[in-house]
């Protein structure tokens, strides 16, 4: 038997499981921005060496080559941080999903047992005037598209933030 606080608990662990991958969200923004810095100060070094190769010194040739490859190694890993970001909100999204149809799935549960736990003489007068049935019905679709707007509202911003995330990089990379 599920009752109301099983469902409240349930949506408790919910929101908290929204929490904590939010705080994972904010502590992957803090890795992409070391990264960016990464990239910066790299950016930085090659066109200082590109400079100096330009004005005719072949003595850092060398040093020049192998900035090249840091910087290809850098997007390399910006590549994959993409990758694995893009992976992860699609993971967020999912679990999101399931969660969101689990709790649904409950929240109906409940209301058929307390339906069926007032089928009495008195209840099927109730049942016949259906307005405490249709106060919960209200009320369960309040609940649903608060949740769904909830949902949607957390995959946006999760994929507003990416592709900012990867616009930056590439404009990074191109500069």
Same mark, same amino acid.
Request: aromatic share 6%.
């Given at each position: 038997v599920v009752t109301r606080d099983d469902v409240e608990e349930s949506l408790k662990a919910v929101f908290q499981f929204v929490k904590d991958k939010e705080q994972l969200l904010q502590d992957l923004r803090s890795q992409i921005e070391e990264t960016k810095k990464k990239i910066s100060e790299k950016q930085r070094e090659r /066109?200082?060496?590109?400079?100096? +190769?330009?004005v005719g010194s072949k003595i850092h040739a060398e040093r020049i080559s192998s900035l090249e490859k840091d910087i290809a190694q850098v997007k390399y890993e910006l590549e994959r941080t993409e990758e694995y970001y893009r992976e992860a909100l699609k993971v967020v999204k999912e679990e999101n999903q399931k969660l969101f149809d689990r709790h649904m799935k409950l929240l109906s549960e409940e209301a058929l047992k307390n339906a069926v736990g007032y089928l009495d003489k008195n209840c099927r007068r109730e049942i016949e005037e259906n307005e405490w049935l249709k106060e919960e019905?209200? #009320?369960?679709? +309040?609940?649903?598209? /608060?949740l769904k707007a909830s949902v949607k509202l957390l995959e946006e911003e999760n994929t507003s *933030?990416?592709? +900012?995330? #990867?616009? #930056? +990089?590439?404009?990074? *990379?191109?500069?």
């Amino acid at each position: 038997v599920v009752t109301r606080d099983d469902v409240e608990e349930s949506l408790k662990a919910v929101f908290q499981f929204v929490k904590d991958k939010e705080q994972l969200l904010q502590d992957l923004r803090s890795q992409i921005e070391e990264t960016k810095k990464k990239i910066s100060e790299k950016q930085r070094e090659r /066109d200082y060496w590109l400079d100096y +190769k330009n004005v005719g010194s072949k003595i850092h040739a060398e040093r020049i080559s192998s900035l090249e490859k840091d910087i290809a190694q850098v997007k390399y890993e910006l590549e994959r941080t993409e990758e694995y970001y893009r992976e992860a909100l699609k993971v967020v999204k999912e679990e999101n999903q399931k969660l969101f149809d689990r709790h649904m799935k409950l929240l109906s549960e409940e209301a058929l047992k307390n339906a069926v736990g007032y089928l009495d003489k008195n209840c099927r007068r109730e049942i016949e005037e259906n307005e405490w049935l249709k106060e919960e019905v209200k #009320i369960y679709r +309040k609940e649903e598209s /608060d949740l769904k707007a909830s949902v949607k509202l957390l995959e946006e911003e999760n994929t507003s *933030l990416v592709a +900012k995330l #990867i616009d #930056i +990089k590439l404009h990074h *990379l191109r500069v």
